[in-house]
């Protein structure tokens, strides 16, 4: 970063814009757009600091507004880059496919893998266990993209920026998409036969945070137990009570 990014007085402390232009930088964002946010540092810094202002340390400004704006422009950009790779697609299976290149687990793994937590400023108190820290990497990833496209005003930016995390994860999700959404599957397995929804019965079991037995979830369809699991949270524990509920009847 050199001077004449960082030499005026800015509405953020030098340190702090520093701090965001690493995280552009380690997140892959093209050079392009990286220019057009330093052209426009007065106000694209002030946007991109509001994203990455988590809502637990009570300052006037936090990332809630961005969050929702970056969700609506990710469903966006999610839905064209499968329109451009896989026209063949069915509707119900751009739907799936969607739903899990937009999910709160996949916002979470970018936010790990660009590192977003040490540019957030967060109370330490919010960090208490694994689930309200991948929670927070969830949240500060889609106010990134909502602060990104505030900057760029292009969704095609948002979309080049993601698409080499989304072709990882779609291409997992295609090779074994039961894997993937296990409810989904077993819920469809079920109204094939003509049986009604899966039924899941979750119960915290341990009261330690982080703990990845702190729920168990059994699952039943037609009264018939179906496969049982374990969690850290309870979607965790019904998505593996669904795998095993799979595994059993050799889908």
């Known amino acids: 970063i050199n001077k004449k990014m960082t030499g005026k007085k800015k509405y953020v402390s030098v340190e702090r814009i520093k701090t965001i232009y690493l995280l552009l930088q380690n997140s892959n964002l093209k050079a392009k757009d990286m220019q057009k946010i330093i052209d426009n540092e007065d106000s694209c810094i002030k946007i991109l600091n509001e994203a990455l ?30 329109q451009i790779h896989f026209p063949k697609l069915k509707v119900g299976d751009r739907s799936a496919l969607r739903a899990q290149l937009v999910s709160d687990e996949w916002l979470a793994k970018v936010g790990n893998k660009i590192k977003i937590k040490e540019a957030m400023l967060i109370a330490p108190k919010a ?27 292009s969704v095609e930016s948002i979309q080049d920026w993601l698409e080499p995390f989304w072709k990882i994860e779609s291409s997992k999700i295609l090779s074994d998409p039961h894997k993937q959404n296990a409810k989904s599957a077993l ?44 969690g850290s949270s309870r979607k965790k524990a019904a998505k593996e009570a669904a795998k095993e509920a799979l595994k059993n009847l050799n889908i």
Not at 134 to 149: K, M, N, P, V, W
């Open 187 to 230: 819920q469809e397995w079920s109204q094939g036969k003509g049986f009604n929804q899966p039924i899941y019965d979750i119960n915290e079991v341990s009261k330690q945070h982080g703990d990845v037995r702190r729920f168990y979830c059994t699952v039943k369809i037609k009264e018939d137990l179906m496969g049982e699991g374990w």
């Open 53 to 82: 202002t988590h809502t637990s340390t009570n300052l006037s400004i936090n990332h809630e507004r961005l969050e929702f704006h970056g969700d609506a422009v990710l469903r966006l950009a999610a839905s064209e880059y499968i």
């Open 127 to 153: 960090l208490k266990d694994d689930a309200a820290r991948e929670t927070i990497c969830a949240e500060g990833t889609e106010a990134l993209i909502g602060a990104l496209y505030e900057c760029l005003n």
